[in-house]
């Protein structure tokens, strides 16, 4: 009794009938385990492997055996008949069934006719079967030629590959048999194979155009096949790469992607994501319109919610609403660009919703004088201010001595600069008052003491008017004590004149709040520092003359004309008139 045994199951046939076998296929091999340890692993070729293991001496015996097992299992029943017509009909059951066995068996006989060709075909057939595509695929293509006109194994390889999307295969099928029509399928395979994260962006980018001029023409009208998926998904992965990749990238390629992305879009696949992309294309063409309208027609609303979109609203919106846009796009330089254009800088109006965006950029981009101009236009003068003081303390040289100057003239002068003005502008920044008028004051004291600044009687007196305007009466004393002992009498005796008044002033606000010996002590020292005041007038070199040489009418004119302003002026100023008389002589004597 022959006893063959598997990994899975053991079996003893006491005959080699067919009674036997078709009780034992009924009773055992009719499951998927029983035709996986029979009919599979019981085949001529495992069996002679079988065999082949055993002692020499038993070799004779166990041969005899496995040709009978053999000729059972292919049916002995045919065992008379010629091999080839067995094999061809083994192939046609197989091939109609779809089942290994009678490939198998077709195979067997087909080698046995030293047909080996289809013997070939009917396993490569057989690798198909079990889902070995790309493996049956290359067997079919080592076929030369078939007999069996009806067999085509370039077609059935084709269909390996392609259902196993065997990317190189198929661009190596349509190399080799371009006639056949399958072979217009070679720019996609050739696209598949060759793309892929290894490439570097130019690489992608050529491999993309080559692509995009054959696609729009094989489009299908709908994506229904995981063939198509797989080929837009690398196609749009590509863009996406090159887009991110690529600073530079061509209006051609721009485009021709963009069109091409928005069919792909009408066949279904991805559509939100296809659209989305080619909206990208277009906004790195600078077509920010196109852009717009292609991500507005996406569902997702998130694809309307980023810096791209933003910014391509920007572009072809008015101000203020494209403010608002780069603002959300986060691009300041931008904003600085729109306010920078002189038909817009003077129309504050328009600006003023967008202020707190547009002193935000300007901060961002460091145009810190552009903000002083903003705040100039507002007449935010404490703003102004104040920011010249931070510039100052990291030593920006945007804020030089000159630029400072003309910011005091522009204050100084300022008609709607005045007490309530500090004051409104102080809760807007939500600070004191007096810490709004402090930094005024500190500002105009400070630039006065630049080189630059022409101390002449007009400005200081103008200066310090502005100083006591604002209620900042201890500064204004302070501006005019640095002219006491000025070589300019006039200076001088402007600056004793308005440093009284300016003193008796502070004074009477003392009094007025009831604290009489504050105003006390301040009237004496307005008296004590005015006997003190003291001026040092320029000497000039004064010619020698004689009475003879100047015209009595003249001299008698000039006379009265001092006599008559002599009686305007001051206690104050009269000193001042002696004074000078006094150096006149002092001259005089020297000469």
Known sequence: ????????????????????????????????????????????????????????????????????????????????????????????????????????????YYDRAQQFNEAKYCRSYLLRLNGKLREAGEGFMEIEHLADRSLNHQQDAWECFFLGHHWENMWQWCDRYPEAPAAKWEPVAAFMAQINPKLDASETVAVLAEFTVYLPSILPSKCDHSIWQAVFECYLQGIEEALLAVASLSAKHLDSWEKTLIKIA????????????????????????????????????????????????????????????????????????????????????????????????????????????IDIKLNQWVRVVRLVASRLQVQDPAFDATFRLQILNRLTSDPLFNPQSIQNEAKQLQISVQTAREAISNFVVETTQLKAWEADLKNVEYIGQFLASIGELVPALGFYKRFRGAADLQLCGLARSRWSQIKHQQAEHSQKRGKIELASRQRQDAERTIESWWCSPKLYVLPKTTSKEIDRALFAALSQKITNRLQKLSPIELKQVYDYINSLESQRDLF
């Open 1 to 108: 009794m022959l006893v063959w045994l598997t990994r899975d199951v053991a079996f003893s046939p006491s005959s080699r009938d067919n009674k036997s076998l078709s009780e034992l296929y009924w009773g055992i091999i009719d499951t998927e385990r029983g035709d996986r340890a029979l009919w599979q692993a019981a085949s001529p070729q495992n069996l002679t492997k079988l065999v082949k293991q055993l002692p020499d001496s038993e070799l004779p015996t166990w041969q005899s055996q496995v040709e009978g097992l053999s000729d059972s299992f292919h049916m002995g029943i045919f065992q008379d008949s010629k091999p080839l017509e067995l094999a061809r009909t083994f192939m046609r059951e197989g091939l109609n069934t779809k089942d290994r066995r009678f490939l198998e068996t077709a195979a067997y």
């Open 266 to 373: 009408e066949t279904g696949f991805q559509g939100d994501r296809t659209l989305a992309l080619a909206a990208s294309c277009a906004y790195r063409d600078f077509r920010c319109q196109d852009a717009v309208t292609l991500w507005d027609k996406c569902e997702d609303r998130s694809y309307q919610e980023h810096r791209s979109y933003f910014s391509a609203k920007g572009m072809f919106a008015s101000v203020p609403e494209n403010v608002r846009w780069f603002n959300r796009a986060q691009q300041p330089d931008h904003i600085v660009a729109i306010w920078q254009n002189e038909k817009h800088q003077h129309q504050m109006a328009v600006w003023q919703p967008v202020l707190a965006e547009l002193r935000q950029a300007l901060e961002k981009t460091e145009n810190y004088r552009d903000l002083v101009a």
